[in-house]
């Protein structure tokens, strides 16, 4: 079956340092992955996204990596800021790309 | 920046009383999707909704789910008699094109059943 996991609930950083946010996924065939950001009373909101045949895709302060040998999602925010506290949601699809599977979250606390 | 709009913000319901959530997809929208996220919990596909049918949906939207788009502008998903379970936040989203690119969420619906 699908199934789409993170591996921390939570992840405090400080301000201006790096941030990594991990993804498990057990679907070979998913097409593309997402990475959301869920800030509180809001909808996930779309931040990046890459294909399976790629490894790596880079936009504004943020970075995934992807790696098919061990299944495994990354996300990368670099100097990391207040306002990127949020639930980060990795999520996968396929098939027609109708539906997105998500993830479990991880919590991203920004310290200042 | 266009928004999916959905309404009321938050519902609360008695158990077995029949639900409509509302939501305005963005306007240049075909493609439009419900989802949930029950409490503290991953957000789950519901429905995806294309030419006015159903083109795909999960094993949580049974009989008692229904969605509409019952005019040019609003998309409904109907409960009809709701459970204690069915307790979540819904999300409203819509896209123009047939995958994950501008696919834009609305800000939910909390419901409440009690």
């Known amino acids: 079956g699908e199934s789409v996991g993170l591996h921390l609930p939570t992840l405090s950083v400080q301000e201006g340092d790096n941030s990594i946010i991990n993804c498990a996924y057990s679907?070979?065939?998913?097409?593309?992955f997402i990475w959301y950001k869920q800030e509180s009373g809001k909808g996930p909101q779309f931040i990046i996204d890459?294909?399976?045949?790629?490894d790596k895709r880079q936009g504004q302060r943020v970075t995934v990596l992807l790696n098919k040998t061990v299944k495994h999602l990354s996300l990368q925010i670099a100097a990391t800021q207040p306002g990127d506290s949020a639930v980060y949601f990795c999520?996968?699809?396929?098939?027609?790309?109708?539906?997105?599977?998500f993830g479990t979250g991880t919590k991203l606390q920004v310290i200042p | 920046e266009p928004e999916v709009t959905q309404t009321p913000s938050h519902q609360v319901t008695q158990m077995g009383q029949e639900v409509i959530l509302r939501c305005v997809p963005i306007?240049?929208?075909?493609?439009f999707y419900w989802y949930r996220q029950i409490l503290g919990q991953k957000v789950e596909f519901l429905v995806s909704?294309?030419?006015?049918?159903?083109?795909?949906k999960s094993e949580i939207f049974d009989d008692q789910f229904s969605v509409e788009r019952p005019d040019g502008s609003n998309f409904t998903l109907k409960i009809r008699s709701t459970k204690l379970e069915d307790s979540a936040m819904y999300f409203c989203?819509?896209?123009?094109?047939?995958?994950?690119?501008?696919?834009?969420f609305g800000s939910g619906t909390r419901l409440t059943v009690v």
């Open positions: 989203a819509s896209s123009e094109w047939q995958g994950v690119y501008g696919y834009t």
């Open positions: 909704f294309y030419n006015n049918e159903i083109s795909e």
């Open positions: 890459i294909r399976s045949n790629m």
């Open positions: 999520a996968e699809t396929s098939q027609g790309y109708q539906k997105v599977t």
């Open positions: 306007s240049n929208h075909l493609y």
């Open positions: 679907n070979s065939a998913s097409d593309y």
